[in-house]
């Protein structure tokens, strides 16, 4: 099946610096990607969906301008947490809807943020 | 081999029949999602499990740890229940999805 990969895996930062999340599509095009985190011990949550040239649509309660979307190709959208903080320790999930195979997703391994 | 394998792929019932969906896993896990994506949205959690059963309204999800086995049934079902419906495990640090069965309910 198709691949998704995330970098990094897991990062470890201060607060107030920034972090950037990779996710790539490695072997297929992805028009749509979306992004999720999860809290400890809760469910999936979506904050946002990044179409490939456009904005990202984010989710009710998401700041876009703490968490910055690019979807520069078909193959890479990238989320920034800006001036990160304790408080957006979490995992970080995205996933990527093929071009060919629409509402078929593929799902990255997860990116852990730990802000001390 | 995959650690997460749902089955069936691709499922169509009439309104109101009562539909199953199986997933199965290899490894050891903390908790169970079932996810769900209508068309053209995102994924909408639907349930988080660890261990017996949860019930929301048509849907019911259920968990049996020491078969590694999770089904997620709905009752009564809806055309408006058409979608695909993705099993997810947390292992670890890591996720792993199945692939999603493809439910199409029809009137």
């Known amino acids: 099946g198709a691949v998704v990969s995330q970098h990094p895996s897991w990062v470890i930062c201060k607060s107030g610096t920034s972090v950037k999340i990779e996710c790539r599509s490695l072997?297929?095009?992805?028009?749509?990607m979306f992004w999720y985190r999860q809290f400890p011990k809760q469910s999936l949550m979506l904050m946002a969906t990044?179409?490939?040239?456009?904005?990202?649509?984010?989710e009710q309660g998401v700041e876009k301008d703490k968490f910055l979307i690019n979807h520069a190709s078909l193959t890479l959208s990238t989320l920034t947490v800006t001036s990160a903080h304790p408080e957006d320790s979490s995992f970080y999930i995205c996933?990527?809807?093929?071009?060919?195979?629409?509402?078929?997703?593929?799902f990255g391994p997860g990116t852990r943020l730990t802000v001390l | 081999k995959n650690e997460v394998e749902q089955s069936p792929q691709n499922l169509t019932a009439q309104e109101g029949e009562f539909i199953t969906i199986n997933c199965s896993y290899s490894?050891?896990?903390?908790?169970l999602h079932w996810l769900q994506q209508h068309p053209g949205g995102g994924i909408v959690s639907l349930f988080m499990?660890?261990?017996g059963k949860k019930k929301h309204g048509r849907l019911i999800a259920t968990i049996n740890i020491q078969e590694k086995h999770s089904s997620l049934h709905i009752t009564a079902s809806h055309p408006r229940d058409s979608a695909v419906y993705i099993c997810?495990?947390?292992?670890?640090?890591?996720?792993?999805f199945g692939t999603g069965t493809s439910l199409t309910v029809i009137p």
């Open positions: 996933s990527a809807e093929g071009l060919v195979i629409r509402n078929e997703q593929f």
């Open positions: 072997d297929f095009q992805a028009t749509t």
């Open positions: 990044s179409n490939e040239g456009s904005k990202a649509t984010y």
């Open positions: 490894v050891g896990i903390s908790a």
């Open positions: 499990l660890s261990s």
């Open positions: 997810a495990v947390e292992a670890g640090n890591q996720f792993y």
